[in-house]
């Protein structure tokens, strides 16, 4: 069964044993006729967490709100915060993701001078136990460094990176998501690309649910070289925008040099001002989708939140099947899975 990225509380389900061993008992006093007329009662022992970014309409960000400030629903039920983290100092993994398809040859090398900027500025601050994984992408995925603090290790990776032919963007995106998927603290993923998939065996959707049941964040940067319109990959950047909304995250839409260091600084600035909400669903009306609608609102009206829209939790009568993974060079040549 596909993981949601909830943890078990195990005082909450040794009380939903006792419970339950209770029930069973008196049915059996009661009689057969009895055990079929008590009504079905679900018990949620499962703490959902919630990453939220709160901003001013001026874009500035607001950092010192309290839980009282938060309201959360869960399919449209109100739901009690029983976690919360203000500035959190959760340790970070995040999956740098660099585009090395054909397109981005031209830009590469300054993609890669202001993405060591970043990478420095990352992980000489906050946590110690922040980590980066390194992976670049073009019709093949290669994961170059697996979780690290280390910077030099990333910085001399990043400084082998070279164009090729083919865009798996959606293919990469799904296999960070498992890698992310078993990491504690905060997931993020920091894609730098020009926007469109062109060799992809997995598709947007897939892409964006593996991600949502990693609980990862997606922050599209999208380097456009190209300024006018009927040059850019528009239907690209809409396909990540879209995905980032989902996850909590935004787009970027720089060019190279001081807006591209500039898009990653502000990357920087949101994961140090960011809150932490978790709930353990109750009351939840439940349907045939696995995907609960979340909605996370603050009391100001003059402040705006950025937080998925959902999660992948349980649903009347549906199973879900985990898809097939992907491999990853060098490890395993990626094997395209046919439809």
Not at 55 to 83: C, H, M, W, Y
Not at 274 to 297: A, I
Not at 305 to 328: L, Q, W
Request: hydrophobic share 40%.
């Amino acid at each position: 069964m596909a993981k949601c990225g909830w943890k078990e509380s195990g005082t909450k389900m040794r009380r939903w044993w006792a419970s339950l061993l209770f029930g069973l008992a008196a049915l059996t006093a009661q009689g057969p006729a009895a055990a079929q007329q008590q009504p079905v009662i679900r018990v949620d022992v499962n703490l959902v967490r919630v990453v939220a970014t709160v901003k001013t309409q001026a874009g500035e960000l607001v950092g010192a709100l309290r839980k009282e400030d938060f309201k959360l629903s869960d399919n449209g039920a109100p739901q009690e915060i029983a976690v919360f983290e203000r500035e959190t100092d959760q340790p970070l993994s995040v999956a740098l993701m660099v585009d090395t398809s054909g397109s981005t040859a031209k830009e590469l090398k300054s993609e890669i001078d202001s993405a060591s900027k970043f990478l420095k500025a990352l992980l000489s601050e906050g946590n110690s136990r922040d980590t980066v994984a390194l992976y670049s992408f073009n019709w093949e995925i290669w994961r170059n460094n697996f979780f690290t603090h280390s910077y030099t290790s990333l910085a001399n990776s990043l400084k082998m990176l070279h164009g090729d032919a083919g865009t798996s963007l959606y293919d990469a995106i799904y296999l960070a998501a498992r890698d992310l998927e078993d990491r504690e603290g905060r997931k993020v993923m920091i894609i730098v690309t020009d926007g469109g998939d062109t060799t992809s065996s997995k598709t947007l959707k897939q892409a964006l649910e593996a991600t949502q049941l990693a609980d990862g964040i997606i922050y599209p940067v999208v380097v456009m070289p190209i300024t006018n319109d009927a040059g850019r990959n528009i239907g690209g950047e809409n396909a990540l925008t879209f995905m980032a909304e989902g996850t909590g995250g935004r787009t970027f839409l720089p060019s190279v040099g001081p807006e591209l260091d500039k898009a990653f600084m502000e990357i920087i600035d949101e994961l140090r001002t960011q809150y932490v909400l978790g709930f353990y669903p109750k009351n939840v009306p439940l349907t045939k989708d696995r995907f609960h609608k979340l909605e996370v609102r603050v009391s100001r009206p003059d402040l705006r939140v950025s937080a998925r829209n959902g999660y992948y939790g349980e649903a009347e009568g549906a199973n879900g099947i985990p898809d097939a993974r992907i491999s990853v060079s060098p490890e395993q040549r990626k094997k395209r899975q046919e439809k």
